[in-house]
């Protein structure tokens, strides 16, 4: 029989209090402000702890082939968890700022050359979710982030191996995602299909069609408030740049002509398909999935901004404990980190429903046929 569970025991209170010592073998030896900066960041730790096992979860659901439509719902729950975590981890940030400058600074040089760029689970979520590896920035110097994992002999830390494994733990979620939006029934095509390429790529053209549509309805309410002959042509020229644009996008024109291209385009037409068409049956979830991803990849971007606003407050913009660029680094992160670049761009794409082509085969979708009257 099972001997009753108590609280602290469950939840190894005991050990978890213990663990607030920084250099030091208890935390009595610290001041509040130490032991608050410790604190703060080992909860932190166990947020990315949750979101990274959300990932992966997220990640091993999208890698099915098909996805079970019924697990959905559940992929859903998990990325607006993650949101959410990252929305936490941010707000701890609030905690930090009641230090002053002076408060820092009096135990800041025992961090020496340790740095929050050395969090592996940190490194974890951004490879999990997909970050390319050649659009990373560099720290400040010419040390590499997996160098910068490596403990002070060079020899490989637990938290290198970490990074290491997640480094060919493949696929990552954007890949999974992208995988299964390929298969995204387009007019009622599939990609199994013999003439499925010029269907998408009607479809396409026939949303470039709505596209200028809405453009050049836009444009004559811009033109009605044009001053002069000057305003009208740069209006009419940046109205059409943004149709240009569109078609190009869908096309995957900024991707090297073959294969990759052709699947780039139908994944980009699958997501303004889903978006376009979010009231059919069957892609309720699929596009619940694309607002979660979006809501998941700001609350990221809104963390890094906020990390370096709380920096800059507290020791303003000195170089940081890890010889990185401190908030000159965290800002370029915040602009330039983004992973669902598609999923972002297709909003400038999207057109009011009044002039959308109208949707082939839509009992494929899951409307009934209307009833014989």
Do not use: C
Request: glycine share 6%.
């Amino acid at each position: 029989m099972r001997k009753p569970t108590a609280y602290w025991e469950y939840i190894k209170v005991d050990e978890l209090l213990a663990l607030q010592g920084g250099l030091e073998s208890d935390d009595t030896k610290l001041t509040n402000d130490e032991v608050l900066f410790i604190t703060i960041h080992q909860i932190e730790e166990l947020w990315m702890k949750l979101a990274v096992r959300e990932l992966v979860s997220a990640r091993d659901l999208f890698v099915q082939v098909p996805v079970p439509e019924q697990s959905l719902a559940a992929a859903v729950r998990g990325i607006h968890r993650m949101t959410e975590l990252l929305r936490f981890a941010g707000e701890h940030f609030a905690l930090m700022e009641t230090m002053t400058t002076r408060d820092y600074l009096a135990f800041r040089d025992k961090l020496n050359p340790a740095s929050g760029f050395q969090s592996a689970q940190m490194r974890e979520i951004e490879i999990l979710a997909g970050l390319p590896e050649e659009d990373r920035i560099p720290l400040g110097h010419e040390k590499s982030y997996m160098v910068m994992l490596k403990n002070h002999d060079g020899s490989a830390s637990s938290a290198y191996k970490r990074v290491e494994a997640r480094l060919s733990d493949k696929p990552t979620l954007r890949d999974a995602i992208d995988e299964w939006l390929f298969r995204t029934p387009i007019q009622g095509s599939t990609p199994d299909r013999a003439d499925d390429a010029a269907r998408v790529r009607s479809f396409i053209e026939k949303y470039v069609g709505a596209h200028q549509t809405s453009a050049n309805q836009a444009l004559a309410l811009a033109l009605s408030s044009a001053l002069n002959d000057g305003d009208r042509e740069r209006l009419a020229a940046r109205y059409q740049r943004e149709v240009d644009g569109a078609r190009s996008f869908l096309l995957a024109e900024d991707v090297a002509e073959g294969p990759t291209r052709e699947r780039r385009s139908r994944v980009r037409a699958a997501l303004v398909f889903i978006e376009s068409y979010r009231e059919l049956p069957l892609l309720a979830w699929p596009r619940a999935v694309i607002d979660g991803i979006v809501a998941f990849e700001q609350s990221f971007v809104l963390f890094r901004q906020r990390h370096a606003r709380m920096v800059e407050r507290v020791i303003g913009r000195r170089t940081g404990t890890g010889g990185s660029a401190g908030v000159d680094y965290l800002d370029q992160t915040a602009l330039r980190y983004r992973i669902f670049r598609d999923v972002w761009a297709v909003r400038t794409l999207l057109v009011q429903e009044s002039v959308l082509p109208p949707v082939e085969n839509a009992s494929f979708y899951g409307f009934a046929e209307t009833p014989h009257t």
